[in-house]
């Protein structure tokens, strides 16, 4: 391979006239710009031709790592594998070339595709009725503690001002809380990973809005306890919230609803199978139980005898809590739109496969490297599971040289330094896509890498080695990013 092409910028491959387009003639006439829409200099754009383009991205998009190409033990969260059939109905011209504003009646599939998913992720989570409007998991919980702080308003509590938050919980849970004008309050963890139900009953009073809760936890553990847990929020008058990022474990064998859940989100991107790659697009469902459907935010798809209709915000005095974001929309309805294809393909007898799967993976793969890996809570896991590090602490080497030397054979790293709980975090989640010949191969890989920590721990400590460039300064780059191409021009005014 051209190195020249591989690895350098796009501006260190131009040349000064060269093009790689060619637009048609000016039918337009002549225009004059007024000066204050004008550059004062000219902008430093690449001059290349398209051949040069073309190999250019295309090396580089060889970089990207992807379920496609390779084993993603990071978790479901956007590295769940998404089958092409969803992608196939998504680009149908059918559903990409209608318009939000359309009329309804030129609608009804759109909208008739929107009421099943609600029905459907009601029916599976549980809960009595679904908005599609959050456009992400972060979003999806805003809106859900936004329906907790009406219900409690509607009811002139207004001192239920704080939200109970597990010390192992994602990190979005008390930022979300605290967008929401909430307090959060931390319930601690037991020895096992567990919400300590005791040191919850110490925090339990009148001033509890809710609880937020992730089952299985983050830890990858089912919080057993849940039943008790359940009936002490519930008997302070607090509401019960589920964190859905956990929810692949229990498809088709549990459902939040019944376990007292009042107020749950979910990732489709992340259960359901659609892509979120790069920052989004997302879709963060939320689902309520009977009493709360009235908060639930507008707009919302209905049913009646004539078709299907969008029910919006009305009254002021309603309980709803309104649009969500700007424009009134009903989600990211192409994201929504996979995800009723992933569910409608799965089939309900072959739904409670993927949660089965998903546990018997994890729970595989944590049984064949717990002698190299120190598993800091040895109990039956559910979709993920937790490492502290390799075993062998004498040889000085980090979860981050193991993530870095994965990258050598192939793979990409873990989840690691997540949760907090354990200094050498090393969250493992394989989902139920994986055969057992590709989780071999990545067991023996984590082996390997734990004999080279002790026969040759500097090649750890210096990887990659095979990647286009080694070892970086994750720090300096966080705190001192590039983002910008500047020419450097020496004082003969040449390119530098």
Do not use: W
């Not at 601690?188 to 009953?201: H, I, Q």
């Not at 798809?301 to 009134?328: L, M, P, Q, T």
């Not at 030397?405 to 873990?414: E, I, N």
């Amino acid at each position: 391979m051209n190195n020249k092409l591989y690895g350098n910028l796009i501006f260190e491959l131009s040349h000064p006239g060269r093009r790689a387009y060619s637009l048609p003639e000016n039918s337009f006439g002549n225009h004059t710009l007024p000066s204050s829409c004008k550059r004062a200099k000219d902008a430093e754009l690449p001059e290349c031709d398209e051949l040069t383009v073309v190999r250019h991205y295309t090396n580089h998009s060889g970089n990207n790592f992807g379920v496609d190409n390779g084993f993603y033990p990071l978790g479901s969260c956007t590295m769940k594998y998404n089958p092409t059939i969803n992608e196939e109905i998504a680009s149908m011209p059918s559903f990409t070339g209608i318009h939000p504003h359309q009329p309804i009646e030129t609608v009804q599939g759109a909208l008739e595709v929107e009421y099943n998913i609600q029905r459907a992720l009601a029916s599976i989570t549980g809960m009595a009725d679904v908005t599609l409007n959050p456009y992400a998991g972060a979003h999806g919980e805003l809106t859900g503690l936004m329906i907790i702080s009406s219900y409690h308003l509607q009811r002139g509590d207004t001192k239920r001002k704080k939200v109970i938050v597990p010390d192992s919980a994602h990190g979005t849970n008390p930022a979300s809380a605290a967008v929401c004008g909430l307090e959060v309050v931390e319930v601690k963890s037991t020895e096992n990973g567990l919400v300590d139900v005791n040191d919850l009953k110490k925090l339990l009073g009148d001033d509890i809005a809710g609880m937020m809760m992730t089952n299985p936890n983050t830890l990858g553990l089912f919080e057993k306890d849940i039943p008790e847990i359940a009936r002490l929020v519930h008997d302070c008058g607090g509401l019960l919230y589920y964190d859905g990022a956990n929810l692949n474990p229990l498809l088709g064998i549990a459902r939040p609803g019944d376990m007292g859940f009042d107020v749950i989100h979910l990732n489709l991107h992340k259960t359901f199978s659609t892509p979120h790659g790069g920052g989004g697009p997302g879709s963060g469902p939320v689902g309520v139980c009977e009493k709360l459907i009235p908060f639930l935010p507008k707009p919302h798809v209905c049913k009646n005898e004539n078709g299907f209709y969008i029910e919006r915000a009305g009254k002021k005095e309603e309980n709803s809590v309104g649009d969500i974001h700007v424009g009134g929309y009903l989600g990211n309805f192409l994201v929504i739109l996979r995800a009723y294809t992933y569910i409608l393909t799965m089939g309900k007898d072959h739904f409670k496969e993927v949660g089965l799967l998903a546990t018997l993976n994890a729970n595989y793969i944590k049984e064949c490297l717990k002698d190299d890996y120190e598993l800091p809570i040895d109990m039956l896991c559910k979709h993920e599971f937790v490492f502290d590090g390799l075993k062998d602490k004498s040889t000085g080497i980090t979860t981050m040289d193991v993530a870095k030397r994965l990258l050598d054979y192939g793979y990409h790293a873990p989840t690691i330094y997540f949760p907090l709980l354990f200094h050498e975090a090393m969250m493992i989640e394989p989902t139920e896509n994986e055969s057992k010949e590709t989780i071999d191969g990545f067991i023996k890989t984590m082996h390997l890498i734990a004999k080279e920590a002790i026969d040759t721990p500097d090649l750890l400590r210096e990887a990659p080695h095979n990647t286009p460039i080694g070892r970086v300064d994750d720090v300096l780059a966080a705190k001192h990013p590039i983002l910008t191409y500047q020419q450097l021009v020496n004082d003969k005014g040449e390119e530098s």
